[in-house]
Each structure stands twice: as C-alpha cells, then as structure tokens.
C-alpha cells in the first residue's frame, strides 16, 4: 500500500514522457502536416488524456506540455541518448512552426549540463524560421563527457524571435567504460542464479 502512489506517479511521468515522444516525432516526419491529441482528460476505460479524469495533471505541467505541442517547436533527433565516456553524440537540431509567424531575426541558444553545471553551449544570430512546418537549425557533434559513475546530462535548446520563446529539452546518460578490462563491457549478475549459471 505504501509504494502505490509511487507507481501511480511513475506510471503518469513515463505516460507522459511516451507522448512527448510520440508528438515530437510526428512533428520531425516531413510527411506529416498535423496530428490530433486525442483526449485531454481521461475517461472511465481510458487513460491516454493529459488530464485525469478530475481534471487534474498528470506526469507533466502545463508548461512542460507546451514544450513539444505549441504552434512553435524545438526538436531534437539523435540515434541514442546512452553514450559511454569519450563518445560523439551527433544531433540535429529543428523548428517545427505551423502558426506563428515567420521570422528572418530570430536567436537560437543551445546547452549540455549536468545538473546546473554547463558543459557546452552555442548560439545563432540571425536564423530564419518559416511558418510551413519543419526546417533544420543546426547538426551538431557532442563529445560525452568523462565521469566517475553514470550521470544524467540534460540537453536544452531555446528559440526567440518576435513570436516570444520556445524552448525544450531532453535527457541523456553518459557511463563510463569497465575498468577492470579494458574495452570489455561486462554484464554484472547479482543474487540471480539462473540467470548466473547461464
């Protein structure tokens, strides 16, 4: 009984993070011209709303929400988000705009951190953003990294121009290589023994 909030909380945090997912990637599809948020509020044999059934939030705020579903969007593709220590991440960069209006002045802002610790940044000046759906920003090259034991990264990108600001971000994971053999990476089995004697 004492864990059940905390699954239900999980279970909302991973529905929501599957959404961003899924809507962002319709957005970066070249095919795609729209898509329709089913439902905003759960119902009683259904649970793909944003709301749950009393209206409440849940996995995400609204602000979180308007990350990857506003009339502006920033996108990220990338082949993984785990990367060992010394690995290149390459990332491209998009805007995803459909209503609001286009822009020849507009500043794009990008940063990796770790925590609050920024470990790379950039910026442009002066990048066009049209009002016809999905163009490139940028494709950019990440080294991961060295660290001690596995940290969470988080990567943020921001656009402004006269429409206001939109911004997003996406987490990723940076481990260090086994140290006991170098270039190995072993797999640990601990108290499993079917799965040790395999």
């Known amino acids: 009984r004492d864990v059940y909030p905390h699954w239900v909380a999980n279970s909302m945090k991973l529905q929501a993070l599957a959404l961003k997912c899924n809507i962002e990637a319709a957005r970066r599809s070249q095919g795609i011209m729209g898509y329709d948020q089913w439902l905003l509020q759960d119902y009683w044999n259904g649970s793909n709303g944003v709301l749950d059934m009393f209206y409440r939030q849940k996995g995400s705020t609204a602000s979180e929400f308007r990350k990857y579903n506003s009339p502006t969007v920033l996108l990220m593709d990338c082949a993984r988000r785990n990367y060992w220590c010394g690995e290149t991440a390459k990332l491209t960069l998009s805007a995803s705009r459909y209503e609001d209006e286009p822009s020849d002045n507009a500043i794009f802002h990008w940063e990796l951190r770790a925590g609050k610790k920024v470990l790379e940044s950039g910026s442009k000046d002066h990048v066009r953003v049209g009002s016809n759906g999905l163009q490139e920003l940028a494709v950019l090259s990440l080294k991961m990294p060295s660290v001690d034991k596995a940290a969470k990264l988080t990567f943020v990108a921001e656009i402004k121009d006269q429409n206001g600001k939109s911004a ?31």
């Open 168 to 198: 997003n971000d996406w987490n990723f994971w940076v481990v260090p290589e086994d140290r006991r053999s170098p270039g190995a990476r072993q797999l640990a089995i601990i108290d499993c023994p079917p799965l040790d004697r395999l």
